[in-house]
């Protein structure tokens, strides 16, 4: 989608708007949202970030995706200089050279990650005023690339349904946390499972109960340790996939996912897949780093690791992969 599209879709006379959800956990669907919402979204947004009309902002994400409309959202709302570059993992190499200052810009991991390996890309955005960077999960590695960034960075917690995001948790600097900041008017609550439960009126209508399995504070602010749909069942003992791999990259940049499969004893058991061929040396890190039920029973080697578009890890997809490599042995 264009960015004249979505401003024609944007001031027709319909009240609502098409979005499509990521699909990180199984196939995205369509859902109408309400253009009011989004504005409100938006507002409380930029309120948060001290933006004010005329700062620059940086279209750097694809428009299908409820991230990418935000960002023009909240520069309709609050007045801000949209610059607008092709989506891709180096969108600060595609800036024009007369603009020397960015405001605000909204990332996904992996565009950060890339930037970050060219100096003059590196000099950009850590330039840029207010960072956000949604859409995936921040590891160690990057997380301690940003800690002495000079200006504001931030991990957004959301989704399509809330419109984008309804918390925040600073990545650098004297308030660097591990804990997400609810915006003001959210509501956080945990079901008897330990998911997160929003209630942002806002934003959404009705009370929407998430598949994150967070720990919530009494003052409001939570957690995030992992995806209740990415829990593993063997042998009676639950295994958090995100938790597996935050354990492992710490001793390894090699890129994994973990994932589970069938097995007829345990019910469920714990299967990596890497881009590595080095599967004694994976092996060997598990012996040595991870609880003794949380290693995989099999590695094996794919030429990707599967992604959404928007580049989570896909999960529906990996646990296809993990089962059919182990029929085929």
């Given at each position: 989608m264009q960015i004249e599209e979505f401003l024609e879709e944007w001031h027709n006379d319909c009240d609502t708007l098409l979005v499509h959800t990521s699909g990180s956990t199984g196939n995205p669907k369509p859902l109408w949202v309400e253009k009011r919402r989004m504005e409100a979204s938006a507002r409380i947004t930029c309120r948060f970030l001290g933006l004010k009309a005329g700062d620059t902002a940086l279209l750097c994400l694809p428009l299908d995706y409820i991230a990418g409309k935000m960002m023009v959202v909240r520069s309709l709302v609050s007045q801000l200089r949209l610059t607008t570059v092709e989506p891709s993992s180096h969108p600060l190499a595609l800036l024009p050279p007369s603009l020397q200052q960015i405001d605000f810009a909204a990332m996904v991991p992996l565009q950060v990650c890339q930037?970050?390996?060219?100096?003059?890309?590196?000099?950009?955005?850590?330039?840029?005023?207010?960072?956000?960077?949604?859409?995936?999960?921040?590891?160690?590695?990057?997380?301690?690339?940003?800690?002495?960034?000079?200006?504001?960075?931030?991990?957004?917690?959301?989704?399509?349904?809330?419109?984008?995001?309804?918390?925040?948790?600073?990545?650098?600097?004297?308030?660097?946390?591990?804990?997400?900041?609810?915006?003001?008017?959210?509501?956080?609550?945990?079901?008897?499972?330990?998911?997160?439960?929003?209630?942002?009126?806002?934003?959404?209508?009705?009370?929407?109960?998430?598949?994150?399995?967070?720990?919530?504070?009494?003052?409001?602010?939570?957690?995030?340790?992992?995806?209740?749909?990415?829990?593993?069942?063997?042998?009676?003992?639950?295994?958090?996939?995100?938790?597996?791999?935050?354990?492992?990259?710490?001793?390894?940049?090699?890129?994994?996912m973990i994932t589970?499969?069938?097995?007829?004893?345990?019910?469920?058991?714990?299967?990596?897949?890497?881009?590595?061929?080095?599967?004694?040396?994976?092996?060997?890190?598990?012996?040595?780093?991870?609880?003794?039920?949380?290693?995989?029973?099999?590695?094996?080697?794919?030429?990707h690791l599967p992604q959404t578009a928007t580049g989570k890890p896909a999960r529906a997809e990996a646990e296809q992969m993990a089962v059919a490599h182990g029929m085929h042995g």
């Open positions: 930037s970050l390996k060219n100096d003059e890309q590196r000099q950009r955005i850590m330039d840029i005023r207010q960072l956000i960077i949604g859409g995936g999960s921040i590891d160690d590695q990057l997380a301690a690339q940003l800690r002495d960034f000079p200006h504001a960075v931030w991990s957004t917690y959301g989704m399509t349904e809330t419109l984008s995001h309804i918390a925040l948790r600073r990545l650098n600097g004297p308030q660097r946390s591990e804990w997400y900041k609810p915006f003001e008017g959210v509501g956080l609550s945990v079901t008897a499972e330990g998911c997160l439960t929003i209630d942002a009126p806002a934003v959404h209508e009705g009370v929407l109960v998430t598949n994150d399995i967070v720990e919530l504070r009494a003052d409001g602010c939570f957690r995030i340790l992992g995806r209740r749909d990415n829990v593993i069942c063997s042998g009676g003992i639950k295994i958090q996939m995100e938790e597996v791999e935050r354990l492992l990259h710490a001793y390894t940049d090699v890129p994994l589970r499969a069938p097995h007829p004893v345990l019910g469920q058991q714990v299967v990596m897949l890497t881009e590595s061929d080095d599967r004694e040396g994976l092996r060997n890190i598990c012996r040595n780093h991870l609880p003794r039920y949380w290693q995989p029973r099999s590695i094996f080697t794919v030429a």
